[in-house]
């Protein structure tokens, strides 16, 4: 009989080292503002190799915490793919400012550089990049336009910790990068995010931010002993705590292991779809190294509902990322954005699908998703 056992698009890695982790937290003092927090922002920008990290209550808190430590307000007007989760767009309306929706490149679904300075306006602030499916930007060219035109750049790598831009890891390439740690994401906290920079005033806005806007946190003021206390902006309980930082700690242990079995699992979804047409891989790009967050195909238009509905009576959970954002109702009503605005994301959508790809994936598992794939091919 057919193994009919659910296989989700990604899911997480849990072992008895990340639990006993976190019930060590549970039983010590500091359940939150405490020592892990900052054990775990240490870990994280000495892996990415970034001088500040701060950490957040999710990867939207981190892309929010990012438009605000640039002041983007009102007017202001910042450029983005249209092909990623709302959260990316969310963050720049958040702060009262627009987004402004960029096309990608239909190899690769990433930020298509050539045309983007046909979108800017004096108002334009700031760029976001999002490595899609944790695959890194071309950021040559997004740090020549930075340049350029006296813009800051941002990078929603919430696919792409450990991933790799030319020999260096995502999380220096821009002014800030987010990170994501929800369960699918290539760590997990449950729920949790955080923004590295190389500038120390960015980082110490954001530590502010994520703590109402109040200048010194319970730690701090405990220490000191003392109860006064300002609140210097408006800021949000953008907290993350010391168990989720201990899971995160745990986990960052695992992650190059991880990163390496998720492009095993590509590989293995190359050489099995390699010699056929209909199910074609988006490109993997020469001068990156890959995190595979998802795995993507492209498959034609008349084929994509039946193949989806055909993988999932399998029981193999197939997933489609994403509905370009300026598509969103929302958007459509509060800043007008139509079909034809981001024609290949537009088409893109029709067409992708993404596959099962997650370190805990077993080779059978692959061969089961394409031949399954095979057999549902009309
Ligand atoms: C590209 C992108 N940006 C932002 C986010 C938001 O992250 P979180 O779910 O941690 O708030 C996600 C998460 O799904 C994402 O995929």
Same mark, same amino acid.
């Given at each position: 009989?057919?193994?009919?056992?659910?296989?989700?698009?990604?899911?997480?890695?849990?072992?008895?080292?990340?639990?006993?982790?976190?019930?060590?937290?549970?039983?010590?003092?500091?359940?939150?503002?405490?020592?892990?927090?900052?054990?775990?922002?240490?870990?994280?920008?000495?892996?990415?190799?970034?001088?500040?990290?701060?950490?957040?209550?999710?990867?939207?808190?981190?892309?929010?915490?990012?438009?605000?430590?640039?002041?983007?307000?009102?007017?202001?007007?910042?450029?983005?793919?249209?092909?990623?989760?709302?959260?990316?767009?969310?963050?720049?309306?958040?702060?009262?400012?627009?987004?402004?929706?960029?096309?990608?490149?239909?190899?690769?679904?990433?930020?298509?550089?050539?045309?983007?300075?046909?979108?800017?306006?004096?108002?334009?602030?700031?760029?976001?990049?999002?490595?899609?499916?944790?695959?890194?930007?071309?950021?040559?060219?997004?740090?020549?336009?930075?340049?350029?035109?006296?813009?800051?750049?941002?990078?929603?790598?919430?696919?792409?910790?450990?991933?790799?831009?030319?020999?260096?890891?995502?999380?220096?390439?821009?002014?800030?990068?987010?990170?994501?740690?929800?369960?699918?994401?290539?760590?997990?906290?449950?729920?949790?995010?955080?923004?590295?920079?190389?500038?120390?005033?960015?980082?110490?806005?954001?530590?502010?931010?994520?703590?109402?806007?109040?200048?010194?946190?319970?730690?701090?003021?405990?220490?000191?002993?003392?109860?006064?206390? +300002?609140?210097?902006?408006?800021?949000?309980?953008?907290?993350?705590?010391?168990?989720?930082?201990?899971?995160?700690?745990?986990?960052?242990?695992?992650?190059?292991?991880?990163?390496?079995?998720?492009?095993?699992?590509?590989?293995?979804?190359?050489?099995?779809?390699?010699?056929?047409?209909?199910?074609?891989?988006?490109?993997?790009?020469?001068?990156?190294?890959?995190?595979?967050?998802?795995?993507?195909?492209?498959?034609?238009?008349?084929?994509?509902?039946?193949?989806?509905?055909?993988?999932?009576? +399998?029981?193999?959970?197939?997933?489609?990322?994403?509905?370009?954002?300026?598509?969103?109702?929302?958007?459509?009503?509060?800043?007008?954005?139509?079909?034809?605005?981001?024609?290949?994301? +537009?088409?893109?959508?029709?067409?992708?699908?993404?596959?099962?790809?997650?370190?805990?994936?077993?080779?059978?598992?692959?061969?089961?998703?394409?031949?399954?794939?095979?057999?549902?091919?009309?």
């Amino acid at each position: 009989m057919a193994d009919k056992t659910f296989l989700p698009y990604g899911r997480q890695q849990v072992d008895e080292e990340d639990i006993a982790a976190v019930v060590q937290v549970l039983r010590s003092e500091w359940l939150t503002t405490g020592p892990m927090v900052e054990q775990f922002e240490e870990a994280v920008a000495n892996f990415v190799e970034a001088p500040f990290a701060v950490a957040v209550s999710s990867g939207t808190a981190a892309l929010h915490a990012a438009m605000f430590a640039l002041n983007i307000g009102p007017g202001d007007e910042v450029i983005l793919p249209s092909m990623t989760f709302a959260a990316t767009a969310n963050a720049v309306v958040y702060q009262g400012g627009t987004p402004v929706f960029a096309d990608v490149d239909p190899a690769t679904l990433l930020l298509d550089t050539a045309n983007l300075e046909d979108l800017l306006t004096p108002r334009t602030r700031a760029i976001i990049a999002v490595d899609y499916a944790g695959q890194p930007c071309n950021y040559s060219d997004l740090q020549r336009l930075k340049e350029r035109h006296g813009l800051a750049l941002v990078a929603d790598a919430s696919h792409s910790l450990g991933a790799e831009y030319r020999g260096k890891k995502c999380g220096v390439w821009a002014d800030l990068t987010t990170f994501s740690f929800h369960p699918v994401k290539p760590l997990t906290t449950a729920e949790g995010g955080m923004v590295v920079t190389s500038c120390g005033e960015y980082a110490e806005r954001i530590r502010r931010f994520r703590n109402h806007g109040i200048n010194l946190d319970y730690q701090q003021r405990s220490e000191q002993g003392g109860w006064y206390y +300002e609140m210097t902006e408006l800021g949000y309980n953008y907290r993350i705590s010391d168990l989720q930082s201990a899971l995160g700690l745990s986990q960052l242990k695992k992650l190059a292991g991880w990163l390496k079995k998720r492009r095993q699992i590509a590989d293995i979804y190359r050489k099995e779809l390699a010699g056929q047409t209909v199910v074609r891989p988006l490109t993997q790009l020469p001068n990156v190294a890959h995190g595979y967050h998802l795995f993507v195909v492209r498959v034609p238009v008349s084929q994509r509902a039946r193949l989806f509905a055909a993988l999932r009576a +399998e029981g193999i959970g197939v997933n489609v990322h994403y509905l370009p954002v300026h598509l969103q109702p929302f958007y459509g009503h509060r800043f007008q954005t139509q079909r034809g605005l981001c024609p290949v994301a +537009e088409q893109a959508y029709e067409e992708i699908l993404s596959l099962p790809v997650f370190p805990g994936m077993q080779e059978k598992d692959v061969k089961r998703v394409v031949s399954c794939l095979n057999a549902s091919l009309s």
